[in-house]
Structure formats: structure tokens, C-alpha cells
């Protein structure tokens, strides 16, 4: 029930106390590169990715997401992602999704009970950042497709459900108001 925030330079993740201080939550110095977005699942696991290179060698993908229990044990439960960034977990906490920015896809995994990621498979071929699910399951994220920057809402498989035009590119987005329908977004 406390808010956590990823330091990516400093490798740590921290959790909010009640009195508004941040305090060290695990001790994540152990992973490597970059940490840069989190997402918990129902079960209370953390998943956090990083390993974020701007300019990877030919073929290289650093990108890894580790997973971090309850009880603070840190693992790393899949790596080779190209430039990882927004992730979000279905409803029934049976699936990851992640959005492979310099992959241009959004790839899925299957949450097994410890927490390991498994079955890895495209989710949709699109160019994503900051990502969010939506009730149908559907994911929402900035992107570029035909006229330029926009929000896209994609189904798993690939397909367009809805495009929101943007002014300048978008960074990510989330959902949220009283009925759990309006979109924000970061650009």
C-alpha cells in the first residue's frame, strides 16, 4: 500500500513512508545497467527492468526485468530486451507485458506462481514507450504511426483499436478518474 519509485542511476528502489520520507526498500545494487520502469502484480511481486543502452553494439539487447518478492529476494527473470520501458500486468495477474521500445514491439510473458517469467511471445508490433491496460485488456501507448505522434490503444496481437492524435511525441500514459477511463498522458 506505499508507493515505490525506481533511482535508475542509483540502482535502488525506494519505498514512501508514511511520514512523506523515502527509505531504501531492497537492495537491488546487485542488477545490472540502468533501472528505469516498475510495475507490481497482485500477488505483491515487483518487477523492475533496466539495462537501458541508448546505443547498443549491433544486435545487442542489454535489457533484462528481474523480479523482487515479498520477502525482498531479487531475481532476474528475463534479460536480451531491446531498451525495455512501460510495463503493465493483466488483471489476473497472469501476464507481463512490456513495451521493447527499440524492438518496436510490445512483448508478452506469462507469470508463473514464483514469479518467473515464461513463454516469452509478441504481444503487438508497435513502436511503444510508457505503457498502461486497459479493463478489456487492451494496451495504451505512445507511439508514431501514419500522420506522427499519437496514443495508440492496442489489442494483443497487433491490431489498432483506437488512435488519439498528439501535438509532439508522447513518453507515456496512464489511466485513471472515477471510472478508471481517462487517459493521461506525458509528452
Not at 511520514?19 to 511481486?45: A, K, Y
Not at 506469462?110 to 513502436?127: H, K, P, Q, Y
Request: hydrophobic share 40%; glycine share 14%.
Amino acid at each position: 500500500g506505499r508507493l515505490l519509485v525506481v533511482a535508475g542511476q542509483e540502482q535502488r528502489l525506494l519505498r514512501q513512508e508514511a511520514d512523506g520520507s523515502l527509505v531504501d526498500h531492497v537492495d537491488l545494487s546487485g542488477l545490472p545497467g540502468n533501472l528505469n520502469e516498475i510495475v507490481v502484480d497482485g500477488r505483491g511481486t515487483i518487477y523492475v527492468n533496466g539495462g537501458n543502452d541508448f546505443y547498443p553494439d549491433e544486435g545487442v539487447a542489454p535489457g533484462f526485468i528481474a523480479a523482487i518478492t515479498s520477502d525482498g529476494v531479487v531475481r532476474q527473470v528475463a534479460d536480451e530486451l531491446a531498451f525495455p520501458n512501460g510495463m503493465a500486468v493483466t488483471e489476473d495477474n497472469s501476464t507481463l507485458i512490456i513495451a521493447e521500445s527499440f524492438a518496436g514491439k510490445l512483448t508478452a510473458f506469462d507469470i508463473s506462481d514464483d514469479g518467473s517469467l515464461e513463454n516469452r511471445r509478441t504481444f503487438a508490433e508497435v513502436m511503444a514507450d510508457g505503457i498502461c491496460m486497459d479493463a478489456d485488456g487492451a494496451v495504451w501507448t505512445p507511439s508514431w504511426y501514419e500522420n506522427g505522434p499519437c496514443c495508440l490503444r492496442v489489442a494483443d496481437g497487433g491490431e489498432v483499436l483506437d488512435r488519439i492524435p498528439l501535438g509532439q511525441a508522447g513518453f507515456a500514459c496512464a489511466l485513471g478518474g472515477p471510472d478508471g477511463r481517462t487517459l493521461a498522458m506525458l509528452s
